[in-house]
């Protein structure tokens, strides 16, 4: 398993801008497919976007492409999610999540989780 650390949310207005991160501990980052999900209140949780082992192919949810940008850097153990022109339905506990196979991680399928950290989006 790895351990996994989100950073960045925080209060902005529509129209802004937020790099999320997601830092992991352990060895074997690059062996494993990371999401971002985030779950708004009074709703479940919901898939935001994936990138593969390297790197090489990303995923994302009709909501946000175009808008978000999901990265990583394996030397760094990070992954990152630069969200541009955010609108208030965006306003939500973003998480990460980590699986070695793909179709698990854009699941959300184990229990590899972090913590969440708040984005809050005003109008």
């Known amino acids: 398993q790895v351990q996994l650390v989100e950073s960045g949310g925080g209060l902005v207005q529509a129209g802004g801008s937020l790099r999320l991160s997601c830092a992991a501990s352990g060895r074997t980052f690059s062996s494993y497919v990371v999401g971002w999900f985030r779950q708004a209140p009074g709703k479940e949780r919901e898939f935001v976007a994936a990138i593969t082992w390297g790197g090489g192919n990303t995923y994302y949810a009709d909501s946000v492409k175009g808008r978000f940008t999901i990265s990583r850097d394996n030397a760094k153990n990070t992954v990152y999610l630069q969200m541009n022109s955010l609108k208030p339905e965006d306003t939500a506990v973003y998480y990460c999540?980590?699986?070695?196979?793909?179709?698990?991680?854009?699941?959300?399928?184990?229990?590899?989780w972090g913590q969440g950290t708040q984005v809050t989006v005003s109008s």
């Open positions: 999540h980590a699986d070695p196979k793909l179709r698990t991680a854009v699941a959300g399928g184990s229990d590899n």
